[in-house]
Each structure stands twice: as C-alpha cells, then as structure tokens.
C-alpha cells in the first residue's frame, strides 16, 4: 500500500505488549482501509483489541509492526512533536469519559485546540457557537464541565472534536458511561454531522443500539478482523 | 495563549482549595519564619552593638599605633588637639571626647583593686557614652573643679566604700616611671550593666589624670567618637578610615576594636544562613509533594491534553506555572504572617536583658527589625526554588504517554 488507498490506511498492523515479562499480542495483523466521509463502528468483545487498534491509528501508541497513513502521511516517520502537532491538527479525540478538562467551560475546552493552533479570538468564538449549536448546546457556553450531565459533556466532547476541522474523529466507546436513551440521541447527532459536515468518524462500542447506527461494522475478535460489512444507505464507495 | 496558559494554572491550582490553603499554609510558615529570624537577628545584633557601643566604646576610635595592643602610657594619639578639631568639623562624626588612659590601683581600708585609670573631659564624654547617665550615685564630673572619682560599681563594692569616702589612686607617671599617689573623694558611683566598665573602670577628669601621669595638656591615648551613620564603621575599605589614620594614629570602627563581638555576630549570620537553607529545603519539598499530589490526581487529564495536541513543553510551562502560583500564594500568606508576627514581638519585645555575650550586654529587650529586603530577597527565592522544583514534577507529568495514562486510570 502507499497510504493514498484512503484517509486511513492500515497495513499489517501488529502491536504485541509485555504484561509482565507475557507477550500479549493486542493486535495480531490487521489491514484496512478507512475512506473520507465514512461512520465506522469498531465492535468486538472486550480485550479484542478495540481502544489498542484505535491508539495506533492515532498516533497515541507505537506500532509492533506494519504501517499506518494518516491523511497520506505515515505516522512512523514523525517526531513526537511532530506527532503531537498532526494530532491537533488532524485528529478529533472523543474518550469515554472525562474529556474536558473541569476547570474550562465549555467554550473554552472548544476552542482548545484552535488555541493551541494559534487561530485568532473572533475566528475561535465563531466557530465555538456555530459548533455549539450544531451539538444542540447554544447557549451552554459559559457552563463548565461539572455543570453538565453525561450527555452533555459528551455532546461538548464531540463538539472540541471537530471545533478545529480535523480529517477525521476517533471515538473510543463515547457511549460507554451513558444510558441507552442518551447514547442514541449522541450517535443520531454524531450521524447528522457525519452527513451535513461529511467529516469522517471511526468509534468503538459494545453497544448494539450504539453499533446499529453505523454504516460500517468492522468486528475485531482476539486482534484481527472477523468481519467488515457495510450497510445499505451508507455513502458511495 | 500566555494568557490561557496563566489562568489555566491559577484555576488549577484554586481547584482542590483546602490541598492548596494547606500546602500554601506550610510553605508560608516557613517564609514567615525566616522573615521573623532576620528580623530577630537584626534586633540581636543591633541591640548589642548599641550596647558597647553607646556604652562605652563609641563607633569608632584613634591611637596612636601599637597602642592596643601594648596599652603603653607614653603611645599617645598624635596632634591629639588637630584631630579632635578635625573630627568636630567632620559631617559624618556626631561627637568625639579624648580619653587618658593608665593602668593604676585604687586602694581603701579594706581593700586594693587594679583599675584602669580614665581621664575624661566630662562635657564631651557626655555625648559619646553613656557613662554621665549609669551614675547610681552621686553625680557625673563636672566640668570645673571635678577632682572627685567615679568608680565603677563592682570596685566600690569590692572596695568597700561609698560616696564621700576617700580612696587612694597609685599610678606611675608616664616619663620617669615615678609612683605618683593621691587621695581622692569618691564622688560617683557608675553602673552599665558592662562588665568592663563596672568591674575594672575608675573615672577623674582628664586634666586630673594628666597631672597624675605627668602628660601635658593634649596628652590622651584614645579619642573616641559616634557616627551619624554608624554603616560607616562597618567599611573598613573606607577612605574616611586612611583620613585619620595618619601622623602614626589608627582609627578603627567598632568591628575591629571588638572583633570578638564581631566574631560572634558573624556566626550569627552563618547560623541564620543555616536555617534558611534548611527552611527552603522543606518549603522546596512541601512544593513539590503539593504539586505532585496534583498531578498524580490528573494523569488521565494530562493523557487527554497530550492526545489531542498538546506538546510536551507546554505541560511543563503549565505545571511550572502552578507551582509559581502556589508559591505566590504562600508568599502572600507568608508575608503576612512574618509581619505581623515580628510586629507583635517587636512591640514588647523579648528579653534577654542582662546577659552578655563577647563583653557585649543586652541593654533593653530585643526587638525583631522589620526591612525591606525581608519581603523582597526571601519571597524571590521562594519563586525562585518553586519554579526550580516544580520543573521535577513537569517533565513528569509532560512525559505521561496518553494510551497509558487513560488505560490506567479507566
Ligand atoms: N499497556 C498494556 N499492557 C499490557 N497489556 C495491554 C496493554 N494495553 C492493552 N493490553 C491488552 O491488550 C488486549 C487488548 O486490549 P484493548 O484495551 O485494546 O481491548 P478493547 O477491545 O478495547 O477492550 P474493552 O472493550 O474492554 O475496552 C487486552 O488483552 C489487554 O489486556
Ligand atoms: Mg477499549
């Protein structure tokens, strides 16, 4: 492969870890190719490899072999700081939980990252309402984060993810500490972006409700790919 | 971003308030200690050399040389009468009186005591020591006509002898070595609270004790004299010193004429230089523990920060930052307390009154100084060393590598 196959491309991607002294393989060769504009579901029981495959895809973690493209650059050739500033630039990161840094409102862990960016003030508050309303947050600007429920500290996570226009949103299991009612309510609002914004989103879960509102399902089982399939409705390929 | 990164730390450092009032509180204490320490040294020291000095010795003092270390009767100060008159137009010296000094014996019927003979001219005298207000009975020399004695009050007692009563003074006159005795009424009794004075210090009037000795009439072995700034006496690289250190006369500030107190308070200094290193270690500690009690709170935070792009640097700047926040916190409180609590010492101050040290006695309780630098070198060093020691903890906490970091603490 040469990384132009997709936004994402992966190729035999391994990452084996010492528990003490006990290799355990985490991801045994895994290749695939993630396209501009999909909403990629990772499932897979737990320990298969889920948050260790989206790390390396990411940047977070170094790969035991094989090669990872991001945006048609290869993550292995690059500095840590030059990790640090693709990341900033590239990737939305929406974690499980406790996202937000607590003592910075809302729009202030918005406009983070266009922060560390450098971008200018008007440019930033812009943006951050547009964002906010887009999440179905308006007005929630000056709340900080302990002011907020699950699900709306989850909607502002995804609404830091994206503030800077990366190229793609990685959620690792966003829905994990919500109840179901919430957590559908976060993947519709996810979907939406993904078909009004067209940005890409890759999210792992265990959760069927969560799982049946994706367009891909990639299901990882003991670090490999035990399936891939696509739903009908989901964007040209 | 400067700005951010400023009020981020502030609001993290406010985060766990009771974590941060404590730490603050600690870090405090100690700053406030080493203020009231300083202070409490200055108090000492200056207390002490107030006492010799304003007691006795002046600030500073001529000789002829050699004579302090030979006290030999013939070394006479030079164009004693010259430099008196220079001193006296000098703008740095307050006041200066002349002194005959002689090794002698004053003698009653119950006893004999070996004294040190001191002429005097009374109304000079008067501005330079104290001698004229520790009379504890009868009265000062006078100008004219004052042939009494003043004995120091140990060698009355010694003596035996009170006011009115006659004692017989012996010394050997300067050329020809003749015993020269006279019968005098004692007509003073002196109490300092100096060992030196009271125990071995008898006064006449200067012409009395040069007629005694056989001197003629400018004929003194020390001049002693007050500074309006007595900072001078401790710069001995001064040009006024080489002034009247001519005609084979020395002039010495205090620090050389009693170079044992000097000694001492120099210690003194080492020992407050001891505290505040050992102060600074546990206030350099107590930062360090507090700010990474903190971080260890946040790993997964941190692991956030870096994963979306914050660098490395940065968590180092923000941390720092932190504990330079908590730091000027503590100083605040520190200060505060260091103030107040050497104000309220200084207002009665601490007693110690009586007790000598190196020939110097305290005279009136000490009072802890308060001074400018004490709120500007100690707080700058707190910033200094929190800024130092926070750096341990921030590459700490910029080396936190994200999927680690939220694996761990999930
Ligand atoms: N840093 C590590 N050191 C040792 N073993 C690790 C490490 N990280 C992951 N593993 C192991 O790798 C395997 C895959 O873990 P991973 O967290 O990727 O699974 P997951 O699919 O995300 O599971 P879950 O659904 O529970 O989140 C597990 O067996 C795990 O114990
Ligand atoms: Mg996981």
Redo the contacts between chains.
């Keep these: 492969m040469t990384g132009s196959e997709g936004l994402i491309v992966a190729e035999n991607v391994r990452k084996t870890y010492s528990d003490d002294g006990v290799p355990v393989e985490a991801v045994r060769g895994i290749d695939m190719v993630i396209r501009e504009g999909e909403f990629t579901a990772i499932v897979g029981p737990s320990g298969s490899g889920k948050t260790t495959f989206l790390n390396l895809i990411a940047g977070l973690d170094s790969l035991t072999q094989g090669r990872v493209w991001l945006a048609g650059r290869a993550l292995g050739e690059m500095s840590g700081r030059e990790l640090s500033d693709f990341r900033r630039d590239n990737i939305g990161f929406v974690f499980q939980a406790y996202n937000l840094i607590p003592v910075l409102t809302a729009e202030e862990n918005i406009e983070y990252i266009m922060l560390l960016q450098g971008r200018p003030r008007e440019e930033r508050h812009a943006r951050v309402l547009e964002i906010l309303e887009m999440v179905g947050m308006k007005g929630m600007e000056n709340r900080l984060p302990g002011k907020l429920s699950g699900g709306q500290q989850q909607r502002v996570a995804v609404a830091r993810a994206m503030a800077a226009k990366p190229a793609i949103v990685l959620a690792d299991e966003p829905t994990a500490n919500l109840d179901s009612t919430t957590s559908g309510e976060l993947l519709d609002m996810m979907r939406d972006l993904n078909r009004t914004t067209g940005m890409t989103f890759v999210f792992s879960t265990h959760d069927r409700i969560v799982m049946e509102r994706a367009r891909r399902i990639v299901v990882m089982r003991d670090g490999m790919i035990a399936e891939d399939s696509r739903q009908p409705g989901g964007p040209p390929q | 971003?400067t700005g951010?990164l400023l009020s981020?730390a502030l609001?993290?450092v406010l985060?766990n308030r009771r974590r941060t009032i404590i730490a603050a509180t600690a870090i405090g204490i100690g700053l406030a200690a080493m203020v009231f320490t300083d202070g409490l040294m200055i108090g000492m020291s200056d207390n002490l050399i107030d006492s010799v000095t304003d007691t006795w010795l002046g600030d500073a003092q001529i000789h002829r040389e050699g004579f302090l270390t030979t006290y030999s009767p013939e070394l006479l100060v030079d164009s004693a009468a010259e430099v008196l008159d220079r001193l006296d137009r000098d703008p740095r010296v307050v006041a200066s009186a002349p002194r005959v000094l002689a090794q002698g014996t004053v003698s009653s019927a119950a006893d004999l005591r070996s004294v040190i003979l001191v002429g005097i001219d009374p109304e000079r005298e008067s501005r330079v020591s104290r001698i004229d207000d520790s009379i504890v009975g009868g009265e000062f020399l006078r100008e004219e006509g004052g042939e009494g004695i003043l004995l120091g009050s140990k060698v009355a007692a010694d003596l035996e002898v009170g006011l009115g009563d006659r004692v017989v003074v012996t010394i050997s006159q300067v050329e020809s070595g003749i015993i020269y005795q006279d019968m005098i009424r004692v007509s003073g009794i002196v109490e300092t609270g100096t060992a030196a004075v009271d125990e071995s210090m008898s006064f006449v009037s200067a012409g009395k004790a040069q007629e005694m000795l056989g001197l003629p009439e400018d004929g003194f072995q020390e001049i002693a004299f007050t500074l309006s700034d007595r900072r001078l006496a401790e710069q001995a690289d001064s040009n006024f010193w080489a002034g009247y250190s001519r005609g084979g006369n020395t002039a010495l500030g205090w620090p050389d004429l009693m170079a044992q107190l000097d000694a001492v308070l120099a210690m003194s200094d080492f020992s407050t230089l001891i505290m505040a290193v050992i102060l600074f270690g546990l206030v350099a500690f107590g930062i360090m523990n507090a700010i990474f009690m903190s971080i260890y709170e946040r790993i997964?935070?941190f692991g956030?920060?870096?994963?979306?792009?914050?660098?490395?640097g940065?968590i180092v700047s923000l941390v720092v930052l932190e504990a330079a926040w908590l730091a000027i916190i503590s100083i605040a409180l520190g200060s505060l307390v260091g103030l107040a609590a050497t104000w309220l010492v200084a207002q009665q101050g601490i007693d110690y009154t009586g007790i000598e040290l190196s020939g110097a006695t305290f005279r009136e309780p000490v009072r802890p100084v308060l001074t400018l630098q004490q709120f500007i070198f100690y707080p700058l060093w707190v910033l200094l060393l929190t800024a130092l020691v926070g750096l341990y903890p921030a590459v700490h906490a910029a080396r936190i590598?994200?999927?680690l970091a939220?694996?761990r603490s999930?």
């Design positions: 971003m951010k981020l609001r993290n985060r997964f935070e956030v920060m870096k994963a979306i792009g914050t660098r490395a940065r590598r994200p999927a939220m694996r999930l």
